[in-house]
């Protein structure tokens, strides 16, 4: 018997709210909008690939003539220089991370604008796949070469390049990748409502202030600071200015001699009725 129910509409899928990552990408490129300055990423893409390519050399750099460089972890591995090997093995890991840093750094400004999933994956995590690239190389020389190579040092060895690979992979992966197309959307929001790049404000995820400085002096210890519109960062229990922030943009507009920003404006005035309250609670 045929099932005569009609099928209930789907309820309309909530839409995602965006990473604070995307949100910091949105005001980096509504700036860039505003001022007609793009900024420069490739010296960061640049810097990133100089430092995996000197990781590599730490790992991987031949003889050459006569010099006895320490620089080689694959070959101090067969000269039977272990402390040296470890050394260009932890050298390039700490290499690796902080090429990781300078790619994403660089990905959360421009992202990738392909539209595939693969693409994006494999551009947002280069970091991991650079790690890889560089220190599988000298396990699978180690699993090869086993029997030319002392157990003692071959046990040691293999141990620090497992920690360190395994630290360097984690600590490059851009665990909030950004995309162009979720940038899109939210510079498509910020054009229907009229925001700026000073409309997104910074806060953390406990505190009930918002900040218009990412490097406020309030900022400095924590490790939860996010982004987004002033107008929903209000809506919930962000809803007081940071004093800090509203004496520093005072400051900056009057040396410039610009008007300040509406919601500085609001939250001076505020300021002040509150102060004139506190003095005379009959005015």
Excluded at 41 to 50: K, P, Q, S, W, Y
Excluded at 148 to 162: N, P
Excluded at 227 to 235: D, M, T, Y
Aim: aromatic share 8%.
């Amino acid at each position: 018997m045929a099932d005569n129910k009609k099928s209930e509409p789907k309820a309309p899928a909530e839409k995602k709210k965006p990473t604070s990552a995307t949100l910091l990408a949105a005001a980096a490129q509504l700036e860039e909008q505003e001022t007609g300055k793009k900024k420069n990423t490739a010296l960061l893409r640049v810097g990133a690939f100089v430092l995996w390519a000197l990781a590599a050399v730490a790992m991987y750099l031949p003889p050459i003539g006569e010099l006895n460089l320490p620089f080689g972890a694959v070959r101090m591995l067969f000269m039977n220089c272990v402390t040296e090997c470890v050394v260009d093995i932890v050298v390039a890991g700490v290499l690796v991370v902080l090429a990781a840093q300078l790619w994403k750094k660089a990905n959360h400004i421009h992202p990738t604008k392909s539209h595939s999933p693969v693409v994006q994956f494999l551009w947002n995590q280069l970091g991991v796949i650079m790690a890889g690239v560089i220190f599988a190389p000298l396990a699978i020389i180690l699993i090869r070469n086993s029997e030319k190579i002392d157990e003692k040092t071959k046990k040691i060895v293999a141990a620090v390049l497992a920690v360190v690979f395994i630290g360097a992979s984690a600590a490059s992966a851009d665990y909030h990748p950004v995309t162009q197309d979720a940038v899109n959307e939210v510079l498509q929001e910020a054009e229907e409502n009229g925001w700026t790049s000073e409309d997104l404000v910074y806060f953390t995820k406990y505190g009930y202030k918002y900040h218009y400085y990412e490097d406020c002096q309030a900022l400095k210890n924590s490790n939860t600071v996010a982004s987004g519109a002033l107008e929903e960062v209000a809506q919930g229990h962000h809803t007081d200015p940071c004093s800090f922030c509203v004496t520093r943009a005072a400051k900056e507009a009057a040396e410039k001699g610009e008007a300040l920003p509406g919601t500085v404006e609001e939250a001076v005035e505020e300021a002040v009725e509150g102060a004139v309250e506190a003095l005379d609670p009959a005015a």
